[in-house]
């Protein structure tokens, strides 16, 4: 079974970083393609980064150029840094996982940008 743990949120303010950290467990992590998706309050899930198993990585224009998704295979971790933070990038955030065709989700953790 495939768990996702979300570390690394909080409070920050308007132009501040965080780097958000997702452990995962229960599956061969140097294969899967790992992301991170964000749901603000009344609003869709929404895709924020996504790496390969090659490392090869994907980000919508929201957010190109302020975050950066990398993995470290030996600590089965996907990070993703977010720099120049926006009060519009306040959500929670959901660390995806996938792995032979199926996706798991992380529990979600809170990111809150104050302007």
């Known amino acids: 079974q495939v768990r996702l743990v979300e570390s690394g949120g909080g409070l920050v303010q308007a132009g501040g970083s965080l780097r958000l950290s997702c452990v995962a467990s229960?599956?061969?992590?140097?294969?899967?393609?790992m992301g991170w998706y964000r749901q603000a309050p009344g609003n869709q899930r929404e895709f924020v980064a996504q790496?390969?198993?090659?490392?090869?990585?994907n980000y919508p224009d929201s957010v190109k150029g302020r975050f950066t998704i990398s993995r470290d295979n030996a600590k089965n971790t996907v990070y993703l840094q977010m720099n120049s933070l926006k009060p519009e990038d306040t959500a929670v955030y959901y660390c995806?996982?996938?792995?032979?065709?199926?996706?798991?989700w992380g529990q979600g953790i809170q990111v809150t940008v104050s302007s």
């Open positions: 229960g599956m061969r992590f140097s294969a899967a393609a």
């Open positions: 995806t996982a996938l792995f032979q065709f199926s996706r798991s």
């Open positions: 790496i390969s198993s090659d490392r090869s990585t």
